[in-house]
Each structure stands twice: as structure tokens, then as C-alpha cells.
């Protein structure tokens, strides 16, 4: 769409990509998608509101729902045990963001290079991970940029599922050696993690085989008009 900015996609987007929960203690919300199962769905109207009569009222939003925040700390929980100590992008995120994001760019790429550099951070030393790539096949969307395939910085961090103002070491590490070649997920939407995954067999064929799914008619609207 025109004037659309990029979107974000949480690594617990990633984890339930059918069924999204957001929040925290204060205020939770559910988005679900079209073809949700009912068991989890219904979770969204599971509300006790027994606690607006007792003395000491709602404490906050877990105890009016207690079932969507229960889901809400799986899934944090499981996005956290992925990215940070599994250092894994399973089969599951790319058919996620294949199935449920029809305006994701993707692209098949191939280490050209990769480098470990010296960087000054405030007076100190540091060191740097950069990649180049190359296009070997545009597989949806619009083809990315050379340029930004060039000396592509590794994230050492990846916002924390549990905690979002805390940050995590990121534990998936990008494909090095020259030749080796990468699903890459462009800039539109932005990705907490796993924009660069290998290309395997299984995850290369669903990238290539899931159609992209149709637009409704509310995919449409331009600037928030109808």
C-alpha cells in the first residue's frame, strides 16, 4: 500500500503466529487469525469478572483473564527459550510468515564473504561480524537491494520475549562460509530475529510451495480510509 510503514513481527509473533497475545499485567490483547483453531480462540473470551464484587476489586488484567495470560507467558516463554538458548530458527517461523504475512519480501541468498572486524566503541575495543551476500533467487516480493546484502551487521542482541525493554544475546549465529546460502526476510516487516535462516530442504520448499494468501477486502484500505 502506498505511504504503509514497516511492521514489526515480535519473536512471539514467530512462536503463534495463528494465535498472538500481547501484554502484560496492565492491559492484554489477542489477535488470531481466520483459520485459528476453536480451543484457542475461545481463550480470548474466557473472563472472570467475579473479582469487580469482591472488596478488593480487579487487580489487573491476568485476573480478569486468566486464561489469555497464561497463554501469554507460554508463548513469551517458549519465544525466550528459542532465541536465546536454542539458537535455532525451526521449519515453523518460516511457515508462519510464508502463510499469515502476503506482503513478506523473500529472497534465496548466498555468502559471498564474511568478515571479523575491530570497531572503536567509546574509547574501547570491540569486535564486529559483517556478511556480504548475493541474490540467487527472489522467491516472493520485491528484490532486495544489492546494497543491502553488503556488509550485513550481525545483531548481537534480540529484544527479550519475557521482558521487551530487556535485550537477550542473540544465539543465531549467520551462515559464514563463502557459498553457504540463506533464506533472507527483507526489511518490510522488520523481524525481532531470525531474518537471515538457513536454507535447508524442508525450509526452502515451504518458502517456494505456500501460496500467498489472499487479500481482503480490509488489506485494501489506504492510509486508515475507508
Given amino acids: 500500500m502506498p505511504w504503509r510503514y514497516p511492521f514489526e513481527v515480535s519473536s512471539t509473533d514467530d512462536e503463534s503466529p495463528q494465535f498472538r497475545v500481547h501484554g502484560n499485567k496492565n492491559a492484554i490483547s489477542a489477535t488470531y487469525m481466520n483459520d485459528a483453531p476453536p480451543e484457542m480462540t475461545r481463550q480470548a473470551y474466557r473472563l472472570d469478572l467475579s473479582c469487580f464484587w469482591n472488596l478488593h476489586g480487579c487487580r489487573d488484567a491476568g485476573t480478569i483473564a486468566p486464561t489469555l495470560w497464561d497463554s501469554l507467558q507460554k508463548i513469551q516463554h517458549e519465544a525466550f527459550d528459542r532465541v536465546s538458548s536454542a539458537g535455532r530458527c525451526p521449519d515453523s517461523v518460516v511457515a508462519?510468515?510464508?502463510?499469515?504475512?502476503?506482503?513478506?519480501?523473500?529472497?534465496?541468498?548466498?555468502?559471498?564473504?564474511?568478515?571479523?572486524?575491530?570497531?572503536?566503541?567509546?574509547?574501547?575495543?570491540?569486535?564486529?561480524?559483517?556478511?556480504?551476500?548475493?541474490?540467487?533467487?527472489?522467491?516472493?516480493?520485491?528484490?532486495?537491494?544489492?546494497?543491502?546484502?553488503?556488509?550485513?551487521?550481525?545483531?548481537?542482541a534480540t529484544p527479550d520475549p519475557v521482558q521487551p525493554t530487556h535485550r537477550v544475546a542473540n544465539q543465531v549465529w549467520p551462515q559464514t562460509k563463502i557459498g553457504a546460502q540463506v533464506l533472507y526476510f527483507g526489511s518490510s516487516p522488520h523481524f525481532y530475529s531470525c531474518v537471515f535462516i538457513p536454507a535447508t530442504p524442508s525450509a526452502l520448499a515451504i518458502a517456494r510451495n505456500t501460496p500467498i494468501p489472499p487479500k481482503l477486502p480490509e488489506d485494501q484500505i489506504v492510509s486508515g480510509r475507508i
Avoid: C
Avoid at 574509547?123 to 564486529?128: A, E, L, N
Fill in 96 to 156: 508462519g510468515r510464508m502463510k499469515y504475512l502476503p506482503d513478506v519480501a523473500v529472497a534465496l541468498v548466498e555468502v559471498t564473504g564474511s568478515r571479523r572486524t575491530q570497531i572503536n566503541v567509546e574509547g574501547g575495543h570491540d569486535q564486529d561480524w559483517q556478511t556480504d551476500y548475493k541474490v540467487v533467487q527472489v522467491i516472493r516480493g520485491p528484490a532486495p537491494d544489492p546494497k543491502s546484502l553488503e556488509s550485513v551487521h550481525f545483531n548481537w
